[in-house]
């Protein structure tokens, strides 16, 4: 049963701590990405990675980190230099750098911190 | 910078009508163009994609059209239903490996 999955669903954290969305596919894609979305705002791109052990900064890559060390996962870490990380965590894959695939994305991590 | 404006914020319409949703973009057209569903609390589902030398794209109820002139995409869903009641992103390529997503129309089909 192929599909990209994210794990947890919810996840509540302190202020000051990192944390680490984790991020799975077994379609085989070779691009993956991360990506924010806000109440009445539309998805923004933190990071993505065309292929492993490499990646490259969205539109808003500050206080947040990834790594690409397999085909299949591309977790992303929130860490503490993060100023407003409560928000909703998308991840997505395509079969090539977005060009002219379309991207599948997981089921999302909401993220609180308080 | 690129920016993406999609028509309202809510659209509702009346069961077995059209729904029309409108996605602009000003400065450069993009290479691509594609429209996602996205239903409260997932993550988005790609539904279609049209290219800019194409003019209209259709999906059983679903047709896109793209107007690069008026930097202008028209999604339109034929005999809608209710279970057709989401929020609709539009996404656009503009040849720097990433998708830019419009904020999206959120659609309610009223029985």
């Known amino acids: 049963d192929g599909g990209i999955t994210q794990s947890p669903k919810y996840l509540f954290r302190k202020e000051g701590q990192n944390v680490t969305l984790s991020c799975e596919q077994n379609?085989?894609?070779?691009?993956m990405y991360w990506y924010r979305q806000d109440p009445g705002q539309g998805l923004r791109l933190i990071y993505y990675?065309?292929?492993?052990?490499?990646?490259q900064k969205g539109d808003i890559a500050e206080g947040y980190s990834v790594s690409r060390e397999k085909k299949e996962s591309f977790p992303l870490t929130v860490t503490s230099a993060q100023k407003n990380p409560t928000a909703f965590y998308l991840c997505?894959?395509?079969?090539?750098?977005?060009?002219?695939?379309?991207?599948?994305f997981g089921p999302g991590t909401r993220l609180t911190v308080t | 910078s690129q920016k993406i404006e999609q028509n309202s914020e809510a659209l509702n319409i009346q069961e077995g009508k059209t729904a029309t949703l409108t996605c602009n973009y000003t400065?450069?057209?993009?290479?691509?163009l594609q429209w996602y569903r996205q239903d409260p609390g997932r993550g988005p589902v790609f539904l279609l994609l049209?290219?800019?030398?194409?003019k209209e794209k259709r999906k059983e109820r679903l047709k896109v059209t793209f107007d690069t002139t008026l930097k202008q995409s028209l999604f339109h869903i034929t005999a809608s239903q209710p279970a057709d009641s989401a929020t609709y992103l539009c996404a656009l390529y503009f040849g720097n490996e990433k998708l830019t997503f419009g904020t999206g129309t959120r659609l309610t089909i009223i029985p």
């Open positions: 049209i290219r800019e030398n194409e």
């Open positions: 990675s065309q292929i492993v052990n490499d990646f």
């Open positions: 400065n450069y057209s993009p290479a691509y």
């Open positions: 379609l085989n894609h070779d691009a």
């Open positions: 997505a894959s395509s079969g090539k750098g977005g060009i002219s695939y379309e991207q599948y």
